[in-house]
């Protein structure tokens, strides 16, 4: 594996960050910050995490807000 020492997400899974943003946010803001049903309607882990994997550009998203709470 290279090193990406100007990548602040390099080494964090996905899950990690989201769970995260969730501990940070909460569920009915991360919901009224990115408007996604998964993050609205019982959400959990990992229903938004098969989501996210699938949806490059709410992964983008749920990825900057975590890097502005870090």
Same mark, same amino acid.
């Given at each position: ?7 602040? !997400?390099?080494? !964090?899974?996905? $899950? +990690? @960050?989201?769970? %995260? +943003? +969730? $501990?940070?946010?909460?569920? #009915? #803001? !991360?919901?009224?910050? @990115? ?14 995490? &098969?989501?996210? =994997?699938?949806?490059?550009?709410? =992964? &983008?998203?749920? #990825? %900057?807000?975590? !890097?502005?709470?870090?």
């Amino acid at each position: 594996m290279t090193d990406q020492p100007n990548n602040p !997400l390099h080494g !964090l899974s996905l $899950e +990690v @960050i989201l769970t %995260r +943003v +969730v $501990e940070h946010y909460g569920w #009915e #803001e !991360l919901g009224d910050r @990115i408007n996604v049903r998964c993050f609205k309607v019982d959400p959990s882990i990992k229903s938004s995490l &098969t989501f996210l =994997r699938k949806t490059p550009w709410a =992964r &983008t998203k749920v #990825e %900057r807000l975590f !890097l502005k709470i870090k």
